[in-house]
């Protein structure tokens, strides 16, 4: 046999609303601490392209998909959470080259406080290298809530040309968020 306890409203012992509920279903979490916020994703409002080959080179996300908090910034293409704690952090893209069967080495990469702190270690030794492919990369990083903040850059090592970056809404994101309870 099962309980039920009907409550709008959860309060801690110094009357603060933890969780509501509009009485339809809809709760909503007041309690900071049991929020994964902040959180972010962004993309690029068109593809990166003529990127100088072998170069670790910033990707410009320069619209939001969302930013409940308002901490990543558009033009600098930068989250700076002001909340510390652990965040999940992931960015992906197609890479591809100007010509084509070119692409070799095709590597992204997030950046802490302007230093490398994670990437992928992808190498085609096939011949033809492809002309594109897709690379993702995700991380769980501290954060102190004050000053940390991560980049997402990528590079590409190709036989001929440049590198294009395809990072529009539909191949490429950056994002993140605080895990509860970490």
Do not use: C, H
Request: net charge negative; proline share 4%.
């Amino acid at each position: 046999m099962g309980s039920i306890i009907k409550v709008n409203e959860y309060k801690d012992f110094n009357n603060n609303d933890i969780m509501t509920s509009d009485g339809s279903g809809n709760v909503t979490i007041n309690a900071a601490a049991m929020k994964m916020t902040p959180a972010f994703e962004a993309y690029g409002s068109a593809d990166q392209t003529g990127v100088a080959d072998n170069t670790w080179t910033k990707v410009n996300f320069n619209t939001e998909r969302f930013d409940t908090d308002s901490m990543y910034d558009t033009s600098t293409y930068r989250f700076t959470p002001t909340i510390a704690g652990k965040y999940y952090i992931y960015g992906g893209m197609a890479m591809y080259s100007s010509s084509t069967n070119t692409l070799q080495v095709p590597n992204i990469a997030i950046y802490k406080n302007g230093s490398q702190y994670k990437y992928t270690p992808q190498n085609y030794d096939t011949s033809p290298p492809p002309n594109e492919v897709s690379i993702f990369i995700s991380a769980i990083i501290d954060f102190n809530g004050s000053s940390d903040y991560v980049e997402l850059y990528a590079r590409g090592n190709v036989t001929s040309s440049t590198v294009n970056f395809e990072i529009t809404s539909a191949t490429g994101n950056f994002g993140g968020y605080k895990i509860i309870g970490a």
